[in-house]
Nanobody
């Protein structure tokens, strides 16, 4: 099992920046893709950005060019630098990690508890 702990959320003004961090822990063979999702009130959870262990990234169109994602494999930590924030970015941001317990094991998925990001207009 992988445990994910997010940090870095908060209240920021329109145009401001925040940096989210998510540290993964647990005794597993490999932590593969990691990423960030968000859920606004009354909305479904949606993809924000993902990054593979090799560094390949994928972004939602709404955050491309504003929210670069990165990771430190040695620390099993993924980061989301959120720039030029808009009120519509307000949501609970969840960290996600895909992992395997053994080399040929099934890929499993773990979620963090979420961190609130609020952007004031």
């Amino acid at each position: 099992q992988v445990q994910l702990v997010e940090s870095g959320g908060g209240l920021v003004q329109h145009g401001g920046s925040l940096r989210l961090s998510c540290a993964a822990s647990g005794s597993v063979f490999s932590i593969d893709a990691m990423g960030w999702y968000r859920q606004a009130p009354g909305e479904q959870r949606e993809l924000v950005a993902t990054i593979t262990r090799g560094g390949r990234t994928n972004y939602a169109d709404s955050v491309k060019g504003r929210f670069p994602i990165s990771r430190d494999n040695a620390k099993n930590t993924v980061y989301l630098q959120m720039n030029s924030l808009k009120p519509e970015d307000t949501a609970v941001y969840y960290c996600n990690a895909d992992y395997r317990k053994t080399p040929l094991g099934t890929t499993l998925s773990s979620w963090g508890r979420g961190t609130q990001v609020t952007v004031s207009s």
